[in-house]
């Protein structure tokens, strides 16, 4: 099956480099490009991509709004892409509003041909691409920020998950990969997917990254804990 992707990027040379990486793998479409965040949004809303991939800083509208209204689009609009940031700069001022707004991740643009098209393949079958060290940025914002008072809504959420599945999210909330969390709970790999699997599906989250918000805004886990 091809992934259709659309980049969303000020910059030319930037938005060709990535086009001619990307149409030169055989699972790969790349359908269109723009050079802001108003004219992606148009861009995405005529050609349906599977993935947008969006600068962060762009001029007429930047990336985290453009992400905010491809992802909590207005009534009778249904597309909603996955998207996965683009950044030249330290993630820590956007991880917190773009993860927020439902982007999938973050890329830095100088990262490896390879992760690029690897985070265009993992971002279009629904996982998220959070890794360890971005979810540990993430936890110092919001120890920054200082714990969220627990809703009632959202414990009656957390009390439909089992204690093992409990567990799971705490650990995602911690930062770790998913072979951290089988060796730190004796369970095989493949369980703890199963079990992550059953928590975005009970909390109705869309990916691993709405699990770390969740867990830290529900009050489940608080910055500094063990």
Do not use: C, W
């Not at 959070?130 to 809504?153: E, N, W």
């Amino acid at each position: 099956m091809t992934t259709r992707v659309i980049i969303v990027d000020d910059q030319a040379m930037v938005r060709a480099g990535f086009a001619a990486l990307l149409a030169a793998q055989s699972d790969i479409d790349v359908v269109g490009d723009a050079p802001d965040g108003v004219q992606g949004v148009e861009l995405s809303r005529r050609t349906h991509p599977d993935v947008v991939l969006m600068d962060v800083r762009m001029p007429q509208m930047d990336g985290l709004e453009a992400a905010r209204q491809l992802l909590s689009p207005p009534p009778g609009v249904t597309h909603r892409p996955k998207v996965l940031m683009l950044t030249t700069f330290d993630v820590d001022d956007y991880v917190y509003e773009a993860l927020r707004a439902g982007a999938s991740g973050f890329l830095l643009k100088d990262a490896p041909p390879a992760d690029l098209i690897a985070a265009v393949r993992i971002v279009a079958a629904g996982e998220a691409l959070l890794a360890p060290s971005v979810t540990r940025r993430l936890i110092a914002d919001f120890a920054r920020q200082g714990p969220a008072p627990r809703k009632d809504a959202t414990a009656l959420r957390l009390n439909g998950l089992t204690p093992r599945e409990t567990e799971v999210l705490k650990l995602i909330a911690r930062g770790l990969s998913n072979q951290e969390i089988a060796d730190a709970l004796v369970l095989a790999e493949q369980t703890v997917k199963t079990h992550i699997g059953r928590v975005l599906a009970k909390l109705e989250l869309r990916d691993r990254a709405q699990a770390v918000i969740f867990a830290y805004e529900s009050g489940l886990v608080t910055p500094g804990e063990r």
